[in-house]
């Protein structure tokens, strides 16, 4: 079975620090995406940041980096110099195929001030 | 990226009545999806629209609970027919845009 594992449901950081959200998945294919979505109250889903399973160097956009070990399944998101509106649900997951998506749980953060 | 415009934004329903739940995108797409995201849950693709043909069922998602209809290719529908409190969640669309996916705000259906 394909799934994805946040194994925190919430999280809290104080503004300006860093932060790292973890993310585990498993699955028996060889190529597939990765991502990191935010889901602020809205409800909008905003992608975060995306890394492609072929690629061994992690993805970084502006403040947010990950840690991405295929051989341990494991797809980490740092937030670095956090920001208020940073505060929001984040879902990890990772899409197999053209389309198909399996998402974590979620972890809710909250960045303090 | 593309925008998508999703109404209603909520909505609440008698149990046994229906909602349609309409996505604008501002461009044209060939496929778009609809999620559904249960309370504390994470997301779940309930189907996939493909505009001209029938709507792609996941498993646990059958046509006649969740009709689909897609008349352009920047248009879709999503009804949640004959409604129980079970199906209270948010509804999402979505579309794929540069190397990601693009997500409709959602509508929260509550039914009673």
């Known amino acids: 079975a394909q799934t994805v594992t946040q194994s925190q449901p919430e999280m809290s950081v104080q503004e300006a620090e860093t932060v790292t959200l973890s993310c585990t998945y498993d699955?028996?294919?060889?190529?597939?995406?990765l991502f990191w979505y935010k889901q602020p109250p809205s409800r909008q889903m905003i992608l975060v940041i995306r890394?492609?399973?072929?690629?061994?160097q992690n993805a970084t956009e502006n403040r947010f980096s990950v840690n991405f070990q295929k051989a341990a399944k494991s797809f980490s998101l740092k937030i670095s110099d956090s920001q208020l509106g940073d505060t929001a649900m984040y879902f990890c997951?990772?899409?197999?195929?053209?389309?198909?998506?399996?998402f974590g749980t979620g972890t809710r953060l909250k960045v303090l001030a | 990226s593309a925008v998508i415009s999703q109404k209603p934004s909520r909505d609440i329903c008698q149990r046994g009545t229906s909602l349609t739940i309409q996505c604008q995108v501002d461009s044209q797409v060939t496929m778009m999806f609809w999620y559904r995201q249960q309370p504390g849950q994470s997301l779940t693709l309930i189907a996939t629209?493909?505009?001209?043909?029938?709507?792609?069922?996941e498993s646990g998602f059958v046509i006649d609970k969740f009709p689909i209809s897609r008349p352009n290719l920047t248009f879709s529908t999503l009804t949640v027919s004959n409604m129980s409190p079970e199906d209270s969640s948010i509804y999402l669309c979505?579309?794929?845009?540069?190397?990601?996916?693009?997500f409709g705000s959602g509508t929260r259906l509550t039914v009673v």
């Open positions: 629209a493909n505009q001209g043909s029938e709507a792609t069922y």
């Open positions: 997951a990772f899409m197999i195929g053209t389309y198909k998506y399996i």
């Open positions: 699955t028996s294919e060889n190529n597939y995406y």
């Open positions: 979505s579309v794929e845009r540069e190397g990601g996916y693009t």
């Open positions: 890394q492609e399973a072929y690629k061994q």
